[in-house]
């Protein structure tokens, strides 16, 4: 049988530890089948000298996946790769525009993974969000098929398609190799104690501010965890709660183990975004079997099928606290957990090409 030839354009590449993105490309990397050669672009802030699984070249470019040089990332990648492989797979439509003049000197498959709604988010300015919504709707028109991470995404559907659609989220995997021991209870003193998570990227809306209010004066312990120090928002939460003492910020943690260790061992697990699709950090904490509050919203109530304690405001977390000490109702079942399964998704990729 014929290799099919992948390009993957869009991520921060191969073993980053950005987002659900760079957990999508080590998986489809690691998990994949024989007959997938990949073609995978990093940026220039992923890590280096890495060993690739066989069957996979990295290329790296010399600039950053995100922000404006993002878009001239997107744009170099597909430059150099179109003539190389069979099917181009882009994590995020940045780069779309520059696909339907590419189509006119050889024919290739593109497979188009849009994200969220971008042009929603606040970071974003009048033109940036225009011209995301436009290459969104632009993927609708020139790919074979769109990927939505999650069913509420179809809302937002133009009303020109051509592309064949499909639901995938993003998969999950818990590491439950580390136990407690001394020399971890040294680096995480609060693995002893009872302590609710969150795990978000430093947005404001993530409400992780207000998250954080709700916690100051009150009996529970909170453990953030977050790359603060990439953001100015992120800089404005660490300076502002650094010194609380039931509130813990940890500022990134990549060692996956050790991050798993503390999500299996959370009496609860606070989910606050709000503009997310398919979170990554609320698939993983439904692997990890543990409650789940999370912010209501149409996003989080088709991944967790409506399934864990759904708030709209942090008062109400407050309220269910000082009412109920066995959150175990609030687990979600493990019946769940076989739709995040990554050997089931990296299958259901590999059949779009």
């Not at 995404?153 to 590491?175: H, N, Q, R, S, W």
């Not at 998570?197 to 953030?224: A, M, Q, W, Y």
Request: aromatic letters at 14%.
């Amino acid at each position: 049988m014929k290799k099919k030839k992948v390009a993957i354009i869009g991520s921060h590449g191969l073993y980053a530890n950005y987002g659900g993105w760079d957990q999508l490309v080590k998986n489809l990397a690691e998990k994949k089948s024989d007959n997938i050669e990949y073609l995978i672009f990093n940026s220039k802030e992923s890590p280096k000298n890495i060993t690739p699984p066989k069957g996979v070249t990295i290329k790296r470019l010399p600039l950053k996946a995100s922000g404006f040089q993002g878009l001239f990332y997107d744009f170099w990648s597909i430059l150099i790769c179109f003539w190389k492989v069979d099917t181009l797979l882009l994590l995020g439509v940045q780069g779309m525009p520059l696909l339907p003049f590419l189509k006119l000197f050889k024919k290739f498959g593109i497979v188009a993974n849009v994200g969220g709604i971008e042009w929603e988010r606040p970071k974003f300015g009048f033109f940036a969000k225009m011209y995301l919504r436009f290459c969104f709707n632009l993927s609708f028109i020139f790919s074979n098929w769109v990927i939505l991470d999650n069913q509420y995404y179809k809302k937002f559907l133009p009303k020109k398609i051509k592309a064949k659609v499909t639901i995938l989220p993003y998969g999950g995997e818990i590491d439950s190799s580390l136990e407690i021991t001394n020399e971890l209870l040294d680096k995480y003193p609060f693995l002893n104690e009872e302590y609710f998570l969150s795990i978000s990227r430093p947005l404001s809306d993530n409400l992780i501010d207000e998250l954080c209010t709700n916690f100051v004066g009150n009996s529970h312990k909170l453990v953030l965890i977050s790359n603060l120090y990439s953001s100015p928002y992120g800089m404005q939460i660490l300076e502002k709660y650094k010194n609380i003492e039931n509130i813990i910020i940890i500022n990134g943690l990549y060692i996956k183990p050790e991050l798993d260790l503390i999500r299996r061992n959370c009496k609860a697990y606070i989910h606050t975004h709000t503009l997310c699709g398919t979170a990554p950090s609320l698939v993983e904490i439904i692997m990890a079997q543990r409650p789940v509050f999370s912010i209501d919203n149409p996003q989080n109530r088709f991944t967790l099928q409506n399934q864990g304690f759904f708030y709209s405001s942090f008062d109400e977390i407050h309220n269910l606290l000082t009412m109920k000490d066995n959150l175990t109702e609030y687990i979600p079942s493990k019946e769940l957990c076989r739709l995040y399964d990554w050997e089931k998704i990296v299958n259901d990729y590999e059949e779009l090409y």
